[in-house]
């Protein structure tokens, strides 16, 4: 099973919505590529904190906008869209994690080929979102 299916991998483009005002931390493509691998929880688990972007989807830590990652514009129940958003250590655990996965299936990295994914993955889980 490849990587994707195991991930749920989802190509998203960065989506910037403020919880405050307009601003947050904004991404690049390839970051914005990396943080669409990662899994999130199930939306319907969220508390209405983590739904809206001011708690970390993960943990719970409370989100400020300069130690919030924006995960992407996601759909919700009822059609209710949610934008999730991370701290910078679960962002780099997660990535991590998936990296580790992502290079045992990938077949371009199997191969030692490039892979946009493995790039951004790797420095996602080593620098954190910028």
């Known amino acids: ?50 739904a809206r972007g001011a708690a970390c989807v993960w943990c719970q830590t409370r989100l400020t906008i300069e130690t919030a990652v924006d995960l992407g514009e996601r759909p919700g129940p009822s ?14 655990r997660l990535a991590a994690r998936v990296y580790r996965i992502h290079i045992a299936n990938c077949r371009a990295c199997l191969r030692n080929q490039p892979c946009p994914d493995r790039r951004a993955l790797r420095s996602l889980a080593s620098e954190g979102a910028r």
């Open 79 to 92: 059609g209710v869209t949610v934008f999730p958003r991370g701290c910078d250590s679960c962002v780099q």
């Open 1 to 50: 099973m490849g990587a994707s299916t195991v991930v749920g991998v989802r190509r998203i483009t960065a989506t910037v919505e403020a919880f405050v005002a307009g601003e947050t931390r904004t991404s690049s493509s390839a970051e914005a590529s990396a943080l669409a691998l990662l899994p999130l929880p199930r939306v319907a688990s969220l508390s209405g904190l983590q």
